[in-house]
């Protein structure tokens, strides 16, 4: 636990605040969070940061409480955390997600906090994490699927301080260096996150000078509590007391084990929201662990619920009383350390498909389909024709899911602030070429509001190197609802110069490929939104005409294409009234087959074996034997 | 020396300023704008000037005008149907762009997404490729392309775009294909990405070539018709210019043939107009503060040259063309007020009650609670004062459109409407940062110029946010981007994507490149008739840390080029980065793009000075009234500003009207006015 100095202990006063001042302190502290994130994007280095924005702010309060921001503060897993004073010009930083509460997902991102002083009483803080390209470990962009526990990943920097008194330990920075094999992108991109940092405490600073200290910390108090109070009634009127479920799957860990359970039940008692993870399955032996956290769940679910009734709703750590997440230790989501975090992408993005399940379950209003709900990673290492090193990290982009207010665009990203990386940036640095990037026909789910449809993105090797890869939803559909249908399943496939063709698992580390090889990646399309029967005909045309549906997919709407291309009224009108008899009746939700007849068809429709049940984790293993308790033991699906 | 023309065409009046160099003068004239064919308004407002002013049109030698004619057409999706021709593989390069969604986490579910600018169904592959080091990896299937191109005849397209992959290094392929349209289609427009934009990133330059063949054809024809009727009613000897987003005057041919670099032409004649003031006024560093009923735009310029970028935003279209660094905020005196049930929180934007139904108190069906209400209710906006001329304010509407506000929060009428002030400012002040503070610039060194409708009546505030003074509110600032349109240079520039290390470049390999560009802008200057002694040449070069993305343009005399190569300028990019960023680093640099820009000669031409009063304003005094501020009722005068002289001090509270604007003077600050009629506010502490 820190020990925070402060050369003036007289208690911040409480103050009132009027409500218009509560406003102007609100837009300012927005406006603060805008700037940090400019600031990093505007000097970080790295692809992963500059371009594809891979790096997220915060400010809060000075008990840690995030005012501005995107995925809950970080504060209160880092003073927990660190063992040692901690004073003004201070910045903390650390890499290692178990002595965070899981702030940060894996040791890639590195997560900086610093404290904002003011007349030397702590005014608040703010912290910003941001995606460090290659931190050692044993595969390049240190993000190794065959990973079994945390220390092949990387580099672990546990909670230190790399800024003392305003004095930067260069030791410190020096050591971090040698651990990469991107010391150039790691450095600038160190400076950018520590410069946006800053940013936010001189801005946190001069509010103080304009507003007051202690107007500007009642302020924050109140905000806090507007913030809950407008939480707890829309807990309050949209969620019900009775218990709802929610089931997904991550397909498989990487070693040939899967598909693992995510399962949530969520219901309220009173004001209050409870998310209880027990139906997940236990950790993986394998890197797919998401050492979930509980404050960034919770800011998911607030952003999910105000994004549905009033986008405009700032949220920011006051309510996080009301949602009580429960998730039980050694399980997927709260994997005892140090078991390995790299392959977390996958539930961290899955995390959105139970939130919107969970929400849409409890009130129709908030159905959506299954969409993008992860970052599928492509690396591609080796020596270029200058014979430097190179290291190219992609994170590619999907379907988003069919909505109530439309379609859901093809090939975006689910993330906030995230863009993909120009193609032909990526061939002027890279030794690689990308002969083709488009959306893929007729994987977005049929809706009456279509779901997006996935990217093939196909990469030509100029030379000689080796390829990792991190994807998923291969095995399992992104579902629809309403009578929307799932999207198309992702792909891997791999043509080497000579014309042999292999399909690649979606999770795999050491392939290497020689010049002229080609890589085929598709991702996967969003889940549809509505009775497909009931999308409008032009818009069905439409797609037909721009290539992004088929004439045959065109019929999973009801709608005949003619030879012309044109729309056959009178044929449509047969086939869709010969669609509404012959149909079952429509689900809230539409998962396609089930576990087991996937499983069953797996190879012949993947080209891929099916995954084997789970084995357990021996890190989870010996935890619980240590202590006389019983090991969870992962479910077992061939039993079904 | 004859008479230069400058014109600014809005969207509700046409604003015209006249500059007869030989006799030193200024006047201006004010005529409805013909929005079916705005060159209507510009003939019948220069006549309108010359005729009261007896003048004679024929003495007429340039024209300069700001346009709004190719922002509309994108905002408005009124441009040419554009078939777009990309190499096999990337046919939805405008559909997928870069996959960026707005909003915060989730903002998913509320994001729609608009097609593209090009039509899917009218983007057409070539086989061919040509690789990042500019060789050809395969072939340009010819046969092929012209069998394709058939498919555009009688689809209605009405230009062609054509970007390919890598055509920023070698365009072989783009002009071939040009070439091969030429022959299939004859006469349709075509647009070439290697011409309009020779730089990396395959989305940026295909959208900003799309853009510009989706305007070209609605800005050639006003500019033609514009220039047959200019030459129908003057010698025929008139020169037509046109004013770039960057801020510098384009050939009426080029502004034709690149109309893409249009798109912030109308902010850009604002922002000259606000130096050319700020220089008479002798405050070199101004931020500008352009506050109008949806909007406000801000700008910051400094040693009398604003800042630039290479970037241009229309609503959701982001084009690669470099335009004045303007940023616009969803705010402005139409601005709607709302207390959401939920948060209780009181929130100002961003949806605007717009023109119509407009703010409550203009009485046209409006009665949601606006920006403009809120003003009317403190007094800053009297019910007396006039708007353009014809609209009457209705002090008691926007009582009744505020009292909801009132109502929602529990508050008094004039607490709710000092609240919707203050949190309209805050956005504002956090644009004035966003160009200031954020780019390492300290207000404190910087004037605040104010106009636009609403801009005197906040500027006052804001001057206090930013502790940026004087707010400087000039004479007339309804006229002042057709100021800005008179006074500018003619300017062209020439640049090309070269990315190498800086150390151990070679410097020939890059004076010939620059000479290259160097010859293209002169050219553009001397078909203008722009001796050549009198062009100035200016080199700049984007640079960058290794790898890093944001470059930073430096500027590169040519004299210092040929003394020290980069040296000087890499230097300069460390400070700036300093600057800008608080770091620089220890790391090698890149140069990412060569730049040369030609200017002609300026107007050199003051204001018209006013008459030296005796410092006393009460000649100007209209009668008193009063105006609420920090939660009080206070005792204010209203002036006539066509009275007030220089030397005059105003002390607030006051309020100062004039036809197009009202100024608002806080009480604690006081303006003086200066010797060409600007109003210079300072706080009396």
Sequence with gaps: MAKLIETNTTPWPTVDVDPVTLDVIENALQNARVQMDAILFRTAISPIIREQRDGFPVLTNREGMMLAGQFGSPVDGFVDNYDGEVSEGDVLLTNDPYACQGAISHLNDWLFCMPVFYDGRLLGWTAMFGHMSDISGMTAASMPVTSSDLLQEGIVIPPVKIVSKGELQKDLLRMAMRN??????????????????????????????????????????????????????????????????????????????????????????????????????????????????????????????????????????????????????????????????????????????????????????FLVAAGFSDSPHFMYSGFNTSNDWFLLFQIGFGGIPGKPGGDGPDGHSLWPKFRNVPNEYIEAYFPIRIDRFESLIDTGGAGKHRGGNGVRTEYVFDVEGEISIHDDRWLTYPWGVKGGQPGKRSRKLLVRAGGEETILPSKIDHIFVQPGDRLIFDTWG??????????????????????????????????????????????????????????????????????????????????????????????????????????????????? | MGLRVGVDVGGTFTDIFLLDEGASRTYTAKVPSTPADPSEAVIAGIEKACRENSLNMADITHVMHGTTVATNAVLTGNGASVGLIVTEGYRQVLHLARGFVPGALSGWINFVKGKPMAALKHTLEVSERISARGEVIRPLDEARLRADLQRFKGSGVGSITISLMNSYVNAAHEKRVEAIVREELQDISISVSSDTLPEMQEYERAITTVANAFVKPVVSRYVSNLKTNLEARTT???????????????????????????????????????????????????????????????????????????????????????????????????????????????????????????????????????????????GYLPADARLGGDMTIRRDLAQQAVQKIADALGLTLETAAEGIVRIVNENMFGALRLVSVEQGYDPRNFSLMAFGGAGPLHANALGRLLQAWPVIVPRGPGVLCAVGDATTRLRDEAARTMIRPVEGIDLAELQGLLDELEERVRATLDVEGIAEDAQEIVYQVD???????????????????????????????????????????????????????????????????????????????????????????????????????????????????????????????????????????????
Excluded at chain 1, 321 to 344: C, E, F, S, W
Excluded at chain 1, 605 to 632: N, Y
Excluded at chain 2, 352 to 357: C, R, T
């Design chain 2, 543 to 685: 640079l960058r840390y290794a790898g890093q993305s944001a470059d930073i343009t430096v500027s590169l005399p040519p004299a210092e080029f040929a003394e020290h190569g980069l040296a000087k300028a890499s230097e300069r990019f460390d400070h700036l980065h300093q600057q800008m960023f608080s770091f620089s680093l220890d790391k090698g640099k890149e140069l990412v793009n060569l730049r040369v820009i030609a200017q002609g000669p300026g107007a050199d031409v003051g204001q018209n000075t006013l008459a030296e009063g005796d410092g006393d304003p009460a000649r100007a005094a209209v009668h008193s009234t009063r105006v609420f501020d920090s939660g009080a009722w206070h005792e204010a005068t209203i002036y006539d500003r066509r009275k007030l002289l220089a030397g005059d001090r105003v002390n607030g509270p006051a309020i100062v009207t004039e036809l197009d604007s009202t100024t608002l003077i806080l009480p604690g600050s006081h303006a003086t006015v200066d010797t060409v009629g600007n109003l210079l506010i300072r706080d009396d502490r």
């Design chain 1, 180 to 365: 990469t094999r991107t010391p150039d992108w790691n450095e600038a991109d160190f400076f950018a996150i520590l410069s946006a940092c800053r940013t936010g405490a001189a801005r946190l600073v001069e509010m103080a000078d304009r507003f007051g200290p202690d107007v500007l910390c009642s302020a924050q108090d109140q905000l806090l509590k507007r913030n809950r109070e407008a939480m707890r009634a829309l807990i309050v009127s949209t969620m019900p007391e009775k218990k709802v479920v929610f089931e997904d799957w991550i397909c498989d860990d990487a070693t040939g084990h899967g598909p693992y359970k995510l399962g949530c039940e969520m219901w309220r008692e009173g004001d209050k929201l409870i998310f209880d993870f027990s139906r997940t399955d236990p950790q993986s032996a394998g890197c797919i662990n998401f050492l979930l956290n509980e404050r960034m769940f919770k800011m998911f679910c607030g952003q999910f619920m105000v994004n549905v009734y009033d986008p405009q709703i700032v949220l920011n750590d006051g309510y996080i009383d009301l949602i009580d997440v429960r998730i039980p230790k050694g399980t997927l989501l709260n994997p005892i350390a140090p078991a390995a975090l790299n392959g977390r992408t996958h539930a961290l993005g899955r995390i959105f498909d139970i939130i919107s399940g969970l929400f849409g379950s409890a009130n129709p209003d």
């Design chain 2, 236 to 378: 025929g000897e008139v020169k037509l210019s046109i004013l770039r987003s960057d801020g510098g005057l384009a050939t009426a041919a080029s502004a034709a043939d690149f109309p893409v670099n249009l798109l912030m032409s109308g902010p850009a004649g604002g922002v000259a107009g606000a130096i050319w003031v700020a220089k008479q006024a002798g405050f070199p560093n101004i931020i500008t503060f352009d506050m109008g009923g949806t909007s406000t735009d801000v700008c910051l310029v400094e040693g009398g040259e604003a800042q630039v970028r290479r970037e241009t935003v229309v609503h959701d279209v982001i084009v690669r063309a470099s335009s004045v660094d303007v940023r616009t905020v969803g705010a402005g005196g139409g601005s709607i007020a709302t207390v959401p049930e939920l948060t209780k929180a009181l929130r100002v934007g961003p949806q605007s009650a717009g023109a119509v139904p407009g703010p409550a108190a203009y009485d046209k069906g409006g009665t949601e609670p606006t920006v403009t209400d809120a003003n009317v209710v403190l």
């Design chain 1, 526 to 640: 969003g889940g549809g939104w509505g009775d497909p029967l009931e999308r409008e005909i032009e818009a069905v045309a439409y797609d037909v005409e721009a290539g992004l549906v088929s004439p045959e997919g065109a019929r999973r709407y009801g709608v005949v294409i003619s030879e012309g291309g044109v729309v056959d009224g009178e044929a449509t009108e047969t086939l869709r009234a010969e669609m509404r008899r012959s149909r079952p009746q429509v689900d809230a939700f539409e998962f396609g087959p089930s576990i087991a007849e996937l499983r069953a068809s797996c190879f012949a429709e993947t080209g891929l074996q099916p995954p084997v049940d789970p084995v357990p984790s021996p890190i989870a293993t010996a935890w619980f034997s240590k202590r006389g308790e019983p090991v969870p033991m992962p479910q077992r699906l061939a039993a079904e």
